[in-house]
C-alpha cells in the first residue's frame, strides 16, 4: 500500500473527477472552509478545471454551504446534506461552541438569544445576505448594542440551530441567509443514516485513514464513529501499514498518480486537517511550517504528496519558500493553474 498516492487519488488532488464545486463537496462530505478566500481554491482545485466563478456560482445559488459544524469550526457542506450533518453533529457543534463561550466568561442566556435570534433572522430574511455590518446596524435600531465577540456567538447559535446559513459571496467578507430561503426544506434523517452517509463519505475521500483520524475530523465520540465505521459493512476493509491499522473502501482510487506533480494546498486544507496523524505526508520536523499547536494552519507546498514548502497566494510576484528537497522550475506549473482559477471570474 502507498497512503501517499491513494491519499491524493481519492482526495481528488491528482486526477480529478469531478467539474462541478458542488460535487466535489458533496463527495468529500464536508471541507474546512476556515479561511473566507481560500476555502473556494480547497475545493475548486480538486475539479478537472478549477473556476472561482464556478465555485461562486455554486455556492450563491445555495449548492454549497457554510456553517459551524464539526469541531466547532467552520465547514462547507452540500445543500443535500446540510440537514443530515446538522442533525448528526448540531449538538456536538453547541457543546463545543457553550464550552468556547464559558472559557472567554461569555454567558447568553436564553431570552436574550431568542431576542437577538429574532432580529438577525428578520435582518437576513430582508437583506437576503447579510453582513455583520447588517446586524449591528438592525441591532442598534432596537438600542442593542454588543460587542463583535459576543454578536459572533450569537450568529454561530443561530447557524448550529438552523436558522441562519451562508449567504452570497463576496471577495472579502462572510454574509448569511435565512436558511429557509437558501436551502430546501428540511428532510427528516434517521440518525444511523447519516451517520453511515458521514463516514461512508469520508473514508471514501480520505483512505486510508484510521479510527483515531475519523473521531479527530468529525468531532464525534468514539462510539458512534465505531458504528458508522459497522454500518458500512463488508464495503470497508482494514490493512496494517507502519504499526497501524488503516480502513479502505471496496472503491479506493488506485490509478491516476504520477510523479513530479507539485500541489499549492491552502491553509486548513482537508490534505491535512482530515487527519489526526499527519506524519505520512508531513515529516514531523517540519510540522511547524504548516500549522502551530493553536491550530493555525499555513499554505503549503506538496510534491509527489509530501510537505516540502510553503507558498504565499496573495502576492502578484511567485513567491515559494522550500524547507525539505531541491526543486525544479516545474512548479510553476502550479502556480500558473493557480493563477488561472483566480482570473476565471466572469
Known amino acids: 500500500m502507498n497512503p501517499v498516492a491513494l491519499r491524493l487519488l481519492n ?39 478549477p473556476s472561482a466563478k464556478a465555485f461562486k456560482k455554486a455556492f450563491d445559488s445555495g449548492r454549497i454551504v457554510r456553517l459551524h459544524l464539526m469541531r466547532g469550526t467552520w465547514q462547507l457542506v452540500s445543500a443535500e446534506d446540510y440537514w443530515p450533518l446538522l442533525g448528526l453533529c448540531g449538538s456536538k457543534a453547541l457543546a463545543v461552541t457553550k464550552g468556547w463561550m464559558h472559557s472567554n466568561k461569555i454567558s447568553i442566556p436564553d431570552d436574550e438569544i431568542a431576542g437577538i435570534r429574532e432580529i438577525l433572522a428578520w435582518t437576513a430574511d430582508g437583506k437576503g445576505s447579510a453582513t455583520k455590518e447588517d446586524f449591528i446596524l438592525s441591532l442598534a435600531a432596537k438600542g442593542i448594542r454588543m460587542d463583535d465577540h459576543r454578536l459572533s456567538y ?19 467578507k462572510a454574509t448569511y441567509s435565512l436558511t429557509e430561503n437558501k436551502v430546501r426544506p428540511r428532510r427528516e434523517t434517521d440518525r444511523d443514516e447519516a451517520l453511515l452517509t458521514l463516514t461512508r463519505k469520508y473514508f471514501q475521500s480520505r483512505q486510508p485513514a484510521t479510527l483515531e483520524d475519523f473521531v479527530w475530523w468529525s468531532g464525534l465520540n468514539i ?21 497501524r491499522e488503516y480502513y479502505l473502501t471496496d472503491s479506493c482510487r488506485t490509478r491516476g498518480f504520477r510523479k513530479g506533480r507539485y500541489l499549492f494546498i491552502p491553509p486548513y486544507d482537508e490534505y491535512l486537517i482530515s487527519y489526526k496523524s499527519r506524519d505520512i505526508v508531513l515529516p514531523p520536523e517540519h510540522s511547524h511550517r504548516a500549522h502551530n499547536n493553536s491550530g493555525i494552519f499555513q499554505p ?22 522550500f524547507f525539505r528537497g531541491d526543486h525544479s522550475a516545474g512548479i510553476r506549473e502550479e502556480w ?7 482570473n476565471n471570474t466572469k
Not at 469531478?18 to 475545493?43: C, K, S, T
Not at 465505531?226 to 507502519?242: C, P, Q, T, W
Not at 503549503?300 to 519558500?321: Q, R
Not at 500558473?336 to 483566480?342: I, V
Request: net charge positive; aromatic share 10%; glycine share 10%.
Open 11 to 49: 482526495q481528488q488532488l491528482i486526477s480529478p473527477q469531478f467539474n462541478d464545486p458542488a460535487e466535489v463537496v458533496g463527495y468529500m462530505g464536508a471541507v474546512q472552509a476556515q479561511e473566507y478566500r481560500l476555502m473556494r481554491w480547497a475545493v475548486a482545485m480538486r475539479t478537472r478545471r
Open 154 to 172: 450569537h450568529i454561530r447559535l443561530a447557524e448550529i440551530s438552523g436558522i441562519l446559513c451562508s449567504g452570497d459571496l463576496l471577495p472579502m
Open 223 to 243: 462510539s458512534d464513529c465505531r458504528r458508522g465505521i459497522g454500518l458500512m459493512g463488508g464495503s470497508v476493509h482494514r490493512e496494517l501499514y507502519a504499526g
Open 300 to 321: 503549503v507546498i506538496a510534491l509527489d504528496g509530501t510537505i516540502c514548502g510553503n507558498w504565499t497566494p496573495f502576492k502578484e510576484d511567485f513567491k515559494t519558500e
Open 336 to 342: 500558473t493553474r493557480f493563477r488561472n482559477f483566480q
